[in-house]
């Protein structure tokens, strides 16, 4: 998959008097850092205020020593983000704050509301009109959340201070779409998930004690923490100073977990459904392997995306496997983008060809997907260039033919290549000598999982969530309050 496709949010929680909880945060966002590199933000907790530490960038250039000797405290939230709503900017950034008197609270969310119009409706905020005494500090629909539960919070102030977990048993049945969010207020930790479970969030225990949510269970390896198990869909759990306090189902479950999670988004070392995501992706390859065989001389991936599904299909087939292209590990998405006269130079910069490998060979050359198909196109074109006698592509995952309204950014319908191209078309406009895309039924049994259990929506068109009439992205731009000049540090 081509890096520019939106990835949906990555958030981190943790509760550990007596441990560096910022700490812990930045390394949890370090090893969510694929699921969104446009900004990097930490609230933390000292049990009186809430401060938060956000701005544009990667996670290693948001914090030093310094920003995270700052964030002392015992709870704290993270988040990385990719926009799928709002425009990419610092106000964007989450953690949000919101406020309610004298009593805050933070808010991370991964995913993508789908009733925004209605929601944004409900609170007056239509375009042009700014809600007096707004605590809203952006305009994504996380925002949107996070003014919900400000109108949701309980008038009297409680002697049992959970007020914002009674707010958001208000607020979570009147949201739709895919959320799995983090919150915190000056005592608890909190994670919910969506009836439908459409981003992954799960719990850890830390080995000193403490608590510890994320949207991959890697991140836990990371901080030293074990999988204790997932926050459930349609569930809220709460954690304080006595534990895992609270778990709430609000809403009646029906998994179906992005399949794209096993094809792209998540880290090989995850473990989603209690499966190994890096082997799942292995059976795809020798999936594809069996249903469209071919002959060659080298199986190679499109690195990194299609290494592990490459692996899987050079084994099931026996044709050995080999590099044919490099990556450029460092290549972000702070990369300059090349001038038009430059322009061939954008792909190289990331990927270039091993012609001693290529030439006079017929390749397979396998990758997880194609989204938009302008990068495999370029890449098939160096292969061509160096030398390759055939190139017989295979892709481990159906046609991306619909656009994700849950959370990951694919832009219009009319952006995705087989959006209304036929399987032989799209092999003519990408100049291979044969395609074949896995279908979805070999895909889903790769996972190990239960079939029903997944969205497959972009695949298949079948949406387990009603789409908005019009995409709601931008929708609440017009609305965004005058703010003052924007700092990095946000700490109200
Ligand atoms: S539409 Fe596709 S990308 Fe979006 S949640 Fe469903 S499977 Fe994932």
């Keep these: 998959?081509?890096?520019?496709?939106?990835?949906?949010?990555?958030?981190?929680?943790?509760?550990?008097?007596?441990?560096?909880?910022?700490?812990?945060?930045?390394?949890?966002?370090?090893?969510?850092?694929?699921?969104?590199?446009?900004?990097?933000?930490?609230?933390?907790?000292?049990?009186?205020?809430?401060?938060?530490?956000?701005?544009?960038?990667?996670?290693?250039?948001?914090?030093?020593?310094?920003?995270?000797?700052?964030?002392?405290?015992?709870?704290?939230?993270?988040?990385?983000?990719?926009?799928?709503?709002?425009?990419?900017?610092?106000?964007?950034?989450q953690p949000v704050y919101g406020s309610v008197g004298d009593e805050g609270f933070a808010l991370g969310h991964n995913g993508n509301l789908t009733n925004t119009a209605d929601l944004a409706a409900s609170l007056g905020m239509l375009p042009g009109f700014v809600p007096p005494k707004s605590a809203v500090d952006s305009t994504t629909d996380s925002a949107l959340v996070a003014e919900l539960i400000s109108r949701?919070?309980?008038?009297?102030?409680?002697?049992?201070?959970?007020?914002?977990?009674?707010?958001?048993?208000?607020?979570?049945?009147?949201?739709?779409?895919?959320?799995?969010?983090?919150?915190?207020?000056?005592?608890?930790?909190?994670?919910?998930?969506?009836?439908?479970?459409?981003?992954?969030?799960?719990?850890?225990?830390?080995?000193?004690?403490?608590?510890?949510?994320?949207?991959?269970?890697?991140?836990?390896?990371?901080?030293?923490?074990?999988?204790?198990?997932?926050?459930?869909?349609?569930?809220?759990?709460?954690?304080?100073?006595?534990?895992?306090?609270?778990?709430?189902?609000?809403?009646?479950?029906?998994?179906?977990?992005?399949?794209?999670?096993?094809?792209?988004?998540s880290r090989p070392d995850t473990r989603l459904y209690g499966h190994t995501v890096h082997t799942a992706r292995q059976r795809m390859g020798e999936s594809l392997a069996k249903q469209a065989p071919v002959d060659a001389d080298m199986v190679m991936p499109v690195p990194e995306s299609g290494i592990p599904a490459a692996q899987g299909f050079a084994r099931a087939s026996g044709i050995p496997y080999g590099d044919g292209l490099v990556k450029n590990r460092y290549v972000g998405r702070t990369f300059i983008q090349p001038s038009q006269k430059m322009r061939g130079a954008g792909v190289r910069m990331k990927l270039n060809p091993l012609p001693e490998n290529i030439e006079g060979k017929r390749l397979v050359v396998v990758d997880d997907s194609i989204v938009r198909g302008t990068t495999t196109r370029q890449v098939v074109k160096m292969l061509r260039e160096a030398g390759a006698a055939e190139i017989h592509f295979r892709v481990s995952s159906p046609p991306y033919r619909w656009p994700c309204f849950y959370g990951m950014d694919t832009g219009q319908r009319s952006a995705l290549l087989a959006a209304d191209l036929s399987v032989g078309e799209i092999r003519d406009y990408l100049d291979v000598d044969s395609l074949a895309y896995l279908e979805i039924d070999r895909l889903t049994a790769a996972t190990g999982a239960d079939a029903e259990s997944f969205c497959t929506a972009c695949l298949t068109g079948d949406y387990p969530v009603a789409i908005p009439d019009a995409d709601a992205k931008m929708l609440l731009e017009p609305i965004r309050r005058e703010l003052e000049t924007p700092s990095p540090i946000d700490a109200p």
């Design 152 to 265: 949701a919070w309980p008038v009297e102030r409680r002697s049992d201070g959970r007020e914002l977990e009674i707010a958001l048993e208000a607020v979570l049945p009147t949201l739709e779409g895919g959320f799995s969010f983090v919150l915190m207020d000056d005592s608890r930790l909190i994670g919910a998930r969506d009836p439908h479970g459409f981003w992954p969030l799960v719990i850890g225990r830390l080995e000193g004690g403490g608590w510890v949510l994320a949207s991959e269970s890697a991140a836990l390896d990371l901080v030293g923490a074990h999988y204790v198990r997932d926050v459930q869909p349609g569930e809220m759990v709460v954690i304080d100073a006595t534990g895992l306090r609270r778990e709430v189902r609000w809403a009646e479950p029906e998994p179906k977990l992005c399949l794209f999670e096993f094809v792209y988004f």
């Design 1 to 93: 998959m081509q890096p520019s496709i939106g990835h949906s949010c990555g958030v981190f929680g943790v509760y550990a008097p007596n441990q560096p909880v910022a700490n812990l945060a930045y390394l949890g966002l370090f090893a969510l850092q694929h699921r969104g590199q446009e900004s990097a933000g930490i609230a933390v907790s000292d049990g009186q205020t809430i401060t938060v530490i956000k701005d544009m960038g990667l996670v290693s250039q948001v914090f030093d020593e310094r920003k995270l000797a700052s964030l002392s405290g015992h709870i704290a939230i993270g988040h990385n983000r990719y926009s799928t709503t709002g425009s990419s900017s610092w106000q964007n950034a």
